[in-house]
Nanobody
Framework: EVQLEESGGGLVQAGGSLRLSCVGS????????MGWFRQAPGKERERVSC???????YYFGSAKGRFIISSEKNKNTVYLQMDSLGPENTAVYYC????????????????????WGQGMLVTVSS
């Protein structure tokens, strides 16, 4: 059974930073991507970033140039460093593992995600 445990969320002031962590079990990182989605209040879940086993990184939307994703493959762990946060980054952040197609942003492609974390709230105060 795939399990993902997230940590590092919480309340931060605008301009601040947070580092999200996700530890996975029940799967082998090789052959998958690990990464993050988020869902803001009243909005659909959106892709944020993902990383492959061989360290290819992908950033989507406002994450480009602002967030950094990294991983520790031997620990099935992925991190998301988020800097210069603004209120628009307030959301529930979900860790995920699956095929790269799961981050395509196209309808129906979440079926390529084989595991989801329970989600954790990130609140950025202005």
């Amino acid at each position: 059974e795939v399990q993902l445990e997230e940590s590092g969320g919480g309340l931060v002031q605008a301009g601040g930073s947070l580092r999200l962590s996700c530890v996975g079990s029940g799967f082998t990182f090789d052959g998958y991507h690990m990464g993050w989605f988020r869902q803001a209040p009243g909005k659909e879940r959106e892709r944020v970033s993902c990383i492959s086993y061989d360290d290819r990184t992908y950033y989507f939307g406002s994450a480009k140039g602002r967030f950094i994703i990294s991983s520790e493959k031997n620990k099935n762990t992925v991190y998301l460093q988020m800097d210069s946060l603004g209120p628009e980054n307030t959301a529930v952040y979900y860790c995920a593992v699956g095929k790269l197609a799961g981050w395509s942003g196209l309808a129906g492609t979440h079926r390529y995600i084989v595991g989801w974390g329970q989600g954790m709230l990130v609140t950025v105060s202005s």
